[in-house]
């Protein structure tokens, strides 16, 4: 796992909805839009589970999710190993996240991604350069 800078926190905290990408075991990519999530340390990016499907199977069959963001300092992506969580801390804190809403979701799950890579993801020098 590797630390994400506040700088790189906040450019995500900027957008409430941001993109999440998986594959399949065939390599088929599947992205789709999370507007539930949260931040768990400088170390994971949790997802709450409340309509996942393919995205659900890749991440129980591969085990990797991608996010990208943009902010004021730049784009950037991270790269994650991931876990459903059902049980624990993390469940239940997604959990608390989808049922606190004025129509509430399910919040059947958490997708709890350990950050292990940050790229850039901004255009012009140092496009696509490993950052941590």
């Known amino acids: 796992m590797v630390k994400v800078s506040e700088t790189i926190m906040e450019a ?3 957008q409430r909805i941001i993109p999440m990408a998986t594959v399949n075991k065939d390599g088929v990519p599947n992205v789709i839009y999370v507007g ?3 931040w768990e340390g400088d170390e994971t990016l949790c997802v709450v589970n409340n309509y996942l ?3 659900l199977v890749n991440v129980k069959e591969m085990g990797w999710v991608s996010f990208v963001c943009y902010g004021k300092s730049g784009s950037y992506q991270i790269k994650c190993k991931a876990v459903n969580a059902t049980e624990g801390d993390l469940y239940e804190k997604g959990k608390k996240v989808a049922h606190d809403r004025e129509k509430p979701y399910p919040g059947r799950s958490t997708v709890v991604c350990k950050v292990e890579e940050v790229y850039q993801g901004s255009g012009g020098k140092g496009a696509g350069d490993k950052l941590a």
């Open 53 to 55: 499907n393919k995205t």
């Open 36 to 38: 539930m999530w949260f």
């Open 12 to 14: 995500f905290k900027t």
